[in-house]
């Protein structure tokens, strides 16, 4: 059952680790952005949304560290998660799906960016 403590909690840490993220603060901001998908989770469910934008806020984080196949996975993560909670049209999706092939790229995989 969604809460508006969930909604709270979940928006507080998502939105501390994003800022935390522009700031180059690392460190901190991976601990806010692993306890929103937590609270996203345990909050609203394995398959709601919260927890593919989560996934996808993660993706950025490791991207942002150069840690690219751990973004890799976690887009991926995610995309299979806003498939299955929201229209796989939605445009969350697509910019996920641009975000993994961003990184493809910046991987040096131009083949595997193409497929996104």
């Known amino acids: ?16 680790g994003r800022e935390l993220c522009r700031e180059q603060r690392f460190d ?3 601990h806010f952005l692993w306890s929103a998908l937590d609270e996203a989770r345990e909050g609203f469910g394995p398959t709601d949304s919260h927890v593919g934008t989560s996934l996808s806020n993660l993706g950025n984080f490791y991207r942002m560290r150069n840690e690219l196949p751990e973004a890799i996975v976690l887009y991926k993560e995610s995309i299979a998660n806003l498939d299955k909670s929201m229209d796989s049209d939605h445009p969350a999706s697509g910019i996920v799906l641009t975000d993994l092939g961003k990184t493809y ?8 960016a193409q497929k996104y």
Do not use: H, M, Q, Y
């Open 28 to 30: 901190e901001a991976r």
């Open 1 to 16: 059952p969604i809460s508006n403590n969930s909604t709270k909690k979940w928006r507080l840490f998502s939105d501390k």
């Open 105 to 112: 790229l910046k991987a040096g995989d131009a083949v595997e």
